[in-house]
């Protein structure tokens, strides 16, 4: 059985990208004790949204320390097989990851995670402004706009800017990409502020892993975490109204009818007699002109042209 699944886990590593279309993705390093070895295992993790506004796992690798030359390798090898750059990426301050994406995507736009800056804001802080720093940094990221998010903003740094410039500067200075989230479709907001679907999926990976007390080898480790995410992925949702993706594929529209110049109408008269109603946009019973005629707005001289 556990060879079975390691020849699953190689087959997903190496299938093709070319036929997908991932608009968002949400990327992020988890760190997994291995029972048999000193160090952890780092595991590089990449889950992406169809344009149909479906959630799947793209990648899973092992990666050192996500480091930028890991996450770079990663995303080349996803480009190799096809993939094509995302319209978004959402992640943690790790710059490793963002380095690598500016190389191999770099028209992918960059959101981080309000989940990780939040903890890192408040770690600047003493326990005592916790409850108020928090309520104010729920008020940027849950805003109505990005400009009363701005406000919001300002509204924080007067607040401890002057006591604790240091958890105030953690905000302002990456707030072009904390509030990048703000430009695309507002049913989408709560999907795009945080890396959760990332969180939320490997508490089960983790779970997992304390009870067997960590994987007996590093393979062994990013094949259990795959069948785990398998398992999981069956029960995930779409996003919220996935027809306003950036990228979602419209039906494309009909040929519109071939439309007649008013001389090309006179010259066959009665053939061009539409389903409406319509002879070179006289009104026959029909209160709609022809489609197909463009008489209707330029009717031969002492014709009145149906309205």
């Not at 390691?6 to 949400?26: C, K, N, Q």
């Not at 990666?63 to 097989?81: F, I, K, P």
């Amino acid at each position: 059985m556990t060879g079975q699944w390691t020849d699953e886990a190689r087959a997903f590593a190496a299938r093709d990208l070319s036929g997908t279309d991932y608009v968002y993705l949400w990327v992020d390093g988890i760190h997994v004790k291995v029972r048999l070895e000193q160090e952890k295992l780092c595991l590089l993790v990449m889950i992406g949204v169809r344009a149909d506004g479906r959630e799947e796992l793209v990648a899973l690798t092992d990666g050192y320390r996500e480091s930028t030359e890991s996450w770079a390798d990663l995303l080349r090898d996803c480009r190799r097989r096809g993939m094509t750059a995302p319209v978004l990426a959402v992640g943690d301050g790790a710059l490793g990851f963002w380095r690598a994406l500016r190389e191999v995507f770099p028209t992918t736009r960059e959101q981080r995670c309000w989940f990780h800056k939040v903890a890192n804001v408040l770690a600047a802080l003493p326990k005592s402004a916790h409850p108020g720093a928090n309520a104010a940094l729920k008020d940027i990221y849950n805003a109505e706009d990005i400009d009363k998010a701005q406000l919001a903003v300002t509204a924080f740094e007067i607040d401890y800017g002057a006591k604790y410039p240091k958890a105030v500067a953690k905000i302002t200075d990456d707030l072009d990409v904390l509030l990048e989230f703000f430009k695309y479709p507002a049913e989408h907001w709560i999907h795009l502020r945080t890396t959760n679907p990332i969180e939320s999926t490997f508490a089960t990976v983790c779970l997992r892993t304390r009870v067997t007390k960590g994987p007996g080898s590093r393979a062994a480790g990013i094949t259990m975490a795959y069948k785990l995410i398998e398992a999981a992925q069956a029960r995930w949702r779409k996003v919220n109204a996935p027809a306003t993706s950036p990228r979602h594929h419209r039906p494309a529209r009909p040929t519109p009818p071939e439309r007649r110049s008013p001389e090309t109408c006179r010259s066959t008269g009665f053939d061009n007699i539409s389903s409406t109603g319509f002879i070179c946009g006289l009104r026959i019973r029909s209160n709609r002109p022809s489609p197909q005629c463009i008489c209707a707005r330029k009717s031969p001289k002492g014709l009145a042209p149906a309205r």
